[in-house]
Nanobody
């Protein structure tokens, strides 16, 4: 069982930045691809970004490309999401998740086995 705890959310003005963190409890953290998803009220959970088990492959949804960066440190059992040039439409609860698809080539919710509780990101216009 991998426990994931997100932090770093908050309220920011449009154009601002936030850096989200996700800390894992399990020493096998390095055997999982890690992803970030978001969910706005009344909407389905949406894929944001994924990073492979060793960090050499990343993928992003089109709406955040060039603005968000996912990274990880397996020794620290932590994955981050740096979010720049934030827009009001980025407002959502952001969740990190762990997938056994180590290569980081999936964006499907069903391919992620462990989930954090989420952290709220609110971008004001």
């Amino acid at each position: 069982q991998v426990q994931l705890v997100e932090s770093g959310g908050g309220l920011v003005q449009a154009g601002g930045s936030l850096k989200l963190s996700c800390a894992a409890s399990e020493r096998t953290f390095g055997t999982y691809a890690m992803g970030w998803f978001r969910q706005a009220p009344g909407k389905e959970r949406e894929f944001v970004a994924i990073i492979s088990w060793n960090g050499d492959r990343t993928s992003y949804t089109d709406s955040v490309k060039g603005r968000f960066t996912i990274s990880r440190d397996n020794a620290k059992k932590t994955v981050w999401l740096q979010m720049n040039s934030l827009k009001p439409e980025d407002t959502a609860v952001y969740l990190c998740a762990a997938s056994r698809f180590m290569s980081g080539t999936t964006s499907r919710v069903s391919d992620f086995k462990y989930w954090g509780q989420g952290t709220q990101v609110t971008v004001s216009s």
